[in-house]
RNA sequence: GGGCUCAUAGCUCAGUUGGUUAGAGCACCGUGUUGAUAACGCGGGGGUCGGUGGUUCGAGUCCACCUGGGCCCA
């Protein structure tokens, strides 16, 4: 061995066996079966037991697949606020939840079931959806606890199990005790053959060829024979026809032809003269929608008045500009029905054929409006009572994508059904839950304005739903179909239902359900029919807080917080508003924090098509759960929040800074004992009170990212403060100190006790953000080892005491380090490009400055700690009132340099068995022997 | 088509009530070091703030329109 690499054995230098690598895939499970072995979410409600409470009430995921990367999302942003929220002392019971009522189960496993031919029957249906679903939980609460979420397990709810599924109808039961439950028709697909409602995802479209048609309305109280032309597809529907609708400020125009006289859109008309064969016709007035909308006109085959309403959605795209309007038969036609009073009208059976309801023609009644191969004879006979009543003006085929039945491929109708509905507007019910929301805090703001505009925009709530795998909506009929709907029965049937589940609805009979309820007098007698219908899905969640935050003893309603993506405005926030609202005339909530969506690097949404992987579980695999955490904190998360390899790739490298800082700041506290070497903080060095100055001003800085849920400012402001302030400041000028001087050193004790305050710091703010490696590093910290007993989510938010914060002590440094930005580097680095030095320690720097300079003074009170500021060998200071201003000057060192600590010092010193080194080294040296 | 919303360097983000040459970290290029080395230091290039028009002595920052993206509807 050399004298040079004996003398480094003589150095302090880092030791730490902290990785360097996180290995985090195979290591951070490790963490997680310590956490769940010592109980660390007990752990942390114990320690906090007496502090203020912070309920986030957790909206509960779908349980039909693995967790996705956006829920990743939200469960990371959870976890992280409550994570900080524990450390200041918050008592932070947090209970996770999950959503299992649904079409899209229900759809995926009718597919299964339908597969492998078995039973379809409500209750095989419901038993399979209830294992597909349990299966589900099973999967992700395995990957969100991977993800690092910590929660009470043990005591989740799901909206499935029998307890919750009560209190689903006991906030039915205070919607009927309210009055607001009433019942009315609204169109819905049905599919003929399998004589149910369909729902938009069991909707397939396919290419079809249906008859179009021009049809003539007589306009009435004319002086001449005038019409207005509407244009179908679906001729069948016209039976039904109760209205024809006008775009209000499009121009509509009379064509005039043969003594007769056609309106229709002004932009359409030119086509129709030549669709309709008019040849020789005039155009005559014009007028805008909205002059035409107090017309009316007679239907073409039975006896009744068509009014003219106006619509926004009328299109000036095909037909004529004027749109039949069939309130039982679409959903537009429903909607604008509804604005204008309208009947729901819909004289369709089941079977859909035509009912004799005393209106129908004759010869259409018990006509099937079902098409077949052989066409649709409901279509074939309303064009021939058409042709019949010279109302046909022209019939063509139309190619278009019709809605189809998943199952039997048939194509659907819309057809108007019996629902129940939740009549928004009684006892002022929608303009208070307006007013709530004045009361809720928002982040973003204009979250209060999205929900608001649902709010005032939403129809009555429709909350009937022909489906299997929900709650059912405990109600009965009689033989006129005349329902009993009674708060005390469903009262009665949610106790019932707590005890045995809501399959005892599907599995008893009508007399099973209603034994030991006193039926009221006026139905005593009655042979009653269970209905078969189920409940909204977003009544289940939406009855969440009243499940949950009502019934946990150490909860509280409403909750402080409900975090969710953006999309909720219109879901989960609102369906509970109103829930919340209609029972305890209180929104459920104090605070909504919504994020975006994840979207691609080019700021697209994400699709399967593309072929990047979407489940939390994917990354993780790659890349640990503390990188996902970390990319979700470090985005801005109330807009967009793209995800690309790219992005990935730099947080992984912040992540590695990170990991080296703490590494590089264990190592240097290898020989550190805190109950023994710890300086006061008022002795400490001037460079070290500063950095300590910088770390107070980071505490600060990040507590108020925390407060206002800018969570990415906070990981952006520890990323500047690991290069700006440690790595290429702080950590570069006391390397020399912790090496070089001997262990005991003053000044070397000195550094580390701020080291080690740092080091106690960041870990701490790190805590909520990387919640494994800043736990890895606290534990390090206390033992030198990976776990430790006492975790760093049982400790406090970091504090800087007041003594850190001396701005006046710290100003020298301050002034120091800003000439060597401005002054110092840039002399250096002419010297090195000269290839005159090496590394910094090579040279000498000579100041000259007038004494009229301000930071004279400081340069000469500092004028020994000078060097090591600039990480030099030498300073000389020259007070010269002649320079007009500073002026730096560098030269190579003289003198001779020390194999030990590579300073240039004008003479070295003998020391056994070294050799030749600094007076300063040999000094050290020989202590040390 | 409608409601809400977003748009600053290659990437992630700052830019306070409109005011001097628009900032940071990362990446990139050059370079030093080899005693934080699958590290670290120093230096440098790079944006006119999505576009157009307006208000103003002056706009990334206010207004209008347009383009593109997102969420929710239709």
Redesign the pocket.
Known sequence: MNQ?NE??DT?N??QTNFP??ANAVEREPERLKHWEEIELYDLVQKKNASGDTFVLHDGPPFTNGDVHVGTALNKTLKDSILRYKAARGYRTPYIPGWDCHGLPIEHKVTKKLRKEKADLDALSVRKSCAEFSASFIETQRSQFKRLGVLADWSREYRTMHPSYEAEILRTFASFVDQGLVYRSKKPVYWSIPCRTALAEAEIEYQDHVSPSVFVRFKIIDEDHESYVVIWTTTPWTLPANLAIAVHPREHYIEIKHGGKSYWVAEKLADSLIDTLDLAGATKGARKAGSDLCHWKTQHPFIDRLSPILTA??VTMESGTGCVHIAPGHG??DYLTGKEHGLDVYCPLSDSGCYEDDGMIPSELVGVSVLEKATGCPANDEVIRILESTSSLLAKQSHHHQYPHCWRSKTPVVFRAMDQWFVALDKDELRSRCIDAIEDVSFT?D?GR??IR??LESRPDWCISRQRSWGVPIPVFYDEEGEPLLSTELINFLANRIEKEGTDAWFSLSEEELLKGFDLPSEWKGKTLTKGTDTLDVWIDSGCSHRSVLKNLDDLVWPADLYLE???QH??WFQSSLWTGMIAYDHAPYKRILTH??V?D?D???ISKSDGKPQTADSYIKKYGADVLRLWVC???FR????LSD??LG?VV??Y??LR??L??QL?TLHDFDPNNHLVPVEDLDLIDRWALFKTAELIEDVTRAFDAY?I??AV?LI??FC??V????Y??VI??RL??LHAGDPKRRSSQTAIYLIFDSLVRLLGPLTPFTADEGWSFLQSGESFSTDPLLLQSWPQAHPSWLDSEIVADAEIILKLK?SHI??S??NL??E?KI???LDAEVEIRFPSTETIAEVLSRRSLDLAEFFIVSSVVLIADDNEPKITVSAKHASGIRC????RWVPQLVSVEPWGEVSPRCADVLSRNS
């Open positions: 040079a003398l480094k150095l230098l880092p360097m690598r926004e959605y959903l537009d973003p204009w304005n999205r505009g649902f993506g953006s999309d219109r879901g975006g969506f979207v690097g700021g697209r949404k470090s985005e801005d807009r967009d929040i793209p790219e992005i730099q490298r912040s590695r800074t080296n800082t590494k590089f190592g800018e990415h400012k952006q990323n500047r290069s700006g440690l790595s290429s400041t950590h570069d390397k020399d090496y070089t930005e580097n840039e250096l680095e090195r490009s290839k090496g590394q910094s194999p030990r600590s590579w």
